[in-house]
């Protein structure tokens, strides 16, 4: 791919891209949410979205998702099956084009158990409709038989391989968060992005958490995107950092760099005491 803009980015593009947004614009009436927000995910990459609160972090992947449509830009997906455009898909087909997500408010259905709701995803990929699981067809029972295993094997690698049975409603939070991931790579993604996947966990699931989306990048090669105001999580597991403030990128670097960069740390001061200077609490 190439394009002018290309030539913006402060960090030299040696890498391939895989999700390439440009110009992204998005107004609510008056407000303008996402300001020519531009943002590159390379390939295999782990980059992390940081600013403060209504920032136009959750709208960013609101809009890379098709739940947003921002008014001006792209977005262009380089997967499996070539440059794909992004802007105006509806959501269920920019999953099935291979990007999946969690929501800062978990979305589980709390009345089913950890393996249902990994299974409800998984049997998103099949072919096999309702018909055909009707009539017992022998196809049906085979892809019904795989998602259960590939249900299976993805709750064990999220750590959940004992609690496949609890209700979604009655696990922990950190085990929500992580049933949310679970559910979320059974669609097969390429790239996976998580909206505050430890928000109302405690230090030893934050812990296990980084480790976690470590091993998704890793092992699975999925390229990730992550939003999370936790800055030792941040700095422990991002290969770069992109920083919002008022719907505009004001940063974007590795996590060394953007934590030093003046318009970075005046965008924290800036914000609400809860919210620390990237970086600050742990040094
Ligand atoms: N559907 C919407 N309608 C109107 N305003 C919205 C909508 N979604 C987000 N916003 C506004 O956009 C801004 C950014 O919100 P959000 O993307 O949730 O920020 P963040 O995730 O960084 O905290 C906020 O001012 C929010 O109120
Ligand atoms: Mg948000």
């Known amino acids: 791919m190439s394009t002018t803009s290309m030539t913006k980015e402060t960090t030299p593009q040696t890498t391939d891209a895989v999700v390439t947004a440009r110009g992204l614009t998005l107004r609510f009436g008056g407000l303008v949410c996402l ?41 262009t997906l380089s997967a499996d099956g070539g440059e794909q455009n992004l802007l105006g898909r509806k959501p269920h087909v920019v999953n099935r084009l291979g990007v999946a997500r969690t929501f800062q408010n978990i979305r589980l259905f709390g009345a089913l158990t950890a393996l249902e709701n990994v299974k409800i995803a998984a049997e998103t990929r099949q072919k096999s409709g309702p018909v055909g699981i009707m009539l017992g067809m022998p196809w049906a029972r085979r892809n019904e038989r795989a998602s259960d295993r590939r249900s299976h094997e993805l709750l064990d690698f999220v750590g959940m391989a004992d609690k496949l049975n609890e209700l979604a409603a009655s696990l922990s939070y950190g085990d929500q968060r992580r049933l949310e991931i679970a559910r979320a790579l059974a669609t097969d993604p390429q790239v996976l992005l998580l909206d505050e996947p430890a928000a109302g966990t405690n230090p ?10 470590k091993h998704i990048n890793r092992e699975l090669g999925i390229s990730v995107l992550l939003i999370e105001h936790d800055m030792r999580l941040v700095m422990s597991v991002a290969d770069r950092v992109t920083v919002l403030n008022f719907g505009k990128v004001i940063a974007s670097g590795t996590p060394a760099e953007v934590q030093h960069n003046p318009a970075v740390v005046e965008a924290y001061l800036g914000a609400s005491d809860e919210e620390a200077v990237p970086g600050e609490e742990d040094k």
């Open 35 to 75: 300001n020519d927000v531009d943002l590159t995910l390379n390939r295999g990459e782990i980059l992390a979205v940081i600013g403060p609160n209504g920032a136009g972090k959750t709208s960013l992947f609101n809009s890379l998702t098709g739940v947003y449509v921002p008014q001006e830009g792209r977005i």
């Open 204 to 213: 030893t699931e934050k812990l296990e958490l980084a480790e976690l989306i």
